[in-house]
Nanobody, 121 residues
Framework: QVQLVESGGGLVQAGGSLRLSCVAS????????MGWYRQAPGNERELVATVGGASGTNYAESVKGRFTVSRDNAKNIVYLQMNSLKSEDTAVYYC???????????????WGQGTQVTVSS
C-alpha cells in the first residue's frame, strides 16, 4: 500500500507564510511527479503546483511568484512554500503523487487526506 501524509497546515494572517510537507511511503516503485492541489468550500479541487515529469515544475497562475514547490527525491517528500498568503488561498490542501508500484506498473494518482490552510484577512 501507498500512503501520503501531509503536515504544516494551520492558521496564518494575510501576508504571512506557511510551508507544507508531504511524505510518500509504502510499496513504491517509481514516483513520476508529486504536487499539491487544493479545494475551497463550494469549489472543485484545483491544481496548485507540481514537480517532476517532463514539465519540471508547474504552477497555477494564481500562485506564481508566491508559492514554491520542491521535492526531495531520496526521501519521497514534496514541499510547498507559501508566501504572501491571501484570504483566497484558504482551502484544504491535498498532496498528490503520480507513481507506480511493484504490482501496478501503470502510473496512478495517489492522494493524501488533506491539511487545512486558513488565511485570515
Amino acid at each position: 500500500q501507498v500512503q501520503l501524509v501531509e503536515s504544516g497546515g494551520g492558521l496564518v494572517q494575510a501576508g504571512g507564510s506557511l510551508r507544507l510537507s508531504c511524505v510518500a511511503s509504502g510499496s513504491i516503485l517509481r514516483i513520476n511527479s508529486m504536487g499539491w492541489y487544493r479545494q475551497a468550500p463550494g469549489n472543485e479541487r484545483e491544481l496548485v503546483a507540481t514537480v517532476g515529469g517532463a514539465s519540471g515544475t508547474n504552477y497555477a497562475e494564481s500562485v506564481k511568484g508566491r508559492f514554491t514547490v520542491s521535492r526531495d527525491n531520496a526521501k519521497n517528500i514534496v514541499y510547498l512554500q507559501m508566501n504572501s498568503l491571501k484570504s483566497e488561498d484558504t482551502a484544504v490542501y491535498y498532496c498528490n503523487a503520480f507513481l507506480t508500484t511493484p504490482t501496478k506498473w501503470i502510473p496512478s494518482n495517489y492522494w493524501g487526506q488533506g491539511t487545512q490552510v486558513t488565511v485570515s484577512s
